[in-house]
């Protein structure tokens, strides 16, 4: 599958978020180290705290299901279709990719393909405890 083809599935997760109160429709797809895929979209609430990113969505539905290594994540997001502009994981959703993957796991975006560290270089991670 080609970096294009994940980016696509990400914007075809985005469909199914329940974006009312923003506008803003976020899709991911997870991929695991054997080869499965999970998807997420986010879920707003009108208590805004509540609301759930895509990409913590496909992690909790991949690891709920046993899956704790993960290769590479593609996040599409934007408002009335248009998913051209890169939509950079907030910091709760790299924590949680920190917890799981190393610095090399890939993060494809509109505008390519980036590494973990080039968001999150320095991590607080169980040694941190």
Known sequence: MTNEDFFGMAVKSAEKSYSKYSG????????????Q??????IEN???SMTMC???TAFFKAVSSGFVKFRAIAVAGGK????????IPCG?????MAEFCDDD???VLSDGVHRLSDFLPKKFKGENL
Request: contains cysteine; proline residues 2%.
């Open 24 to 35: 803003f429709s976020v899709g991911a797809v997870l991929l695991t180290e054997d080869g």
């Open 37 to 42: 895929v999970f998807t997420g979209c986010n």
């Open 46 to 48: 009108a208590s805004y």
């Open 54 to 56: 895509a990409e913590r």
């Open 80 to 87: 009335n279709g248009d998913f051209s502009v890169p939509c």
């Open 92 to 96: 709760a959703c790299l924590q949680v």
């Open 105 to 107: 796991f890939m993060i």
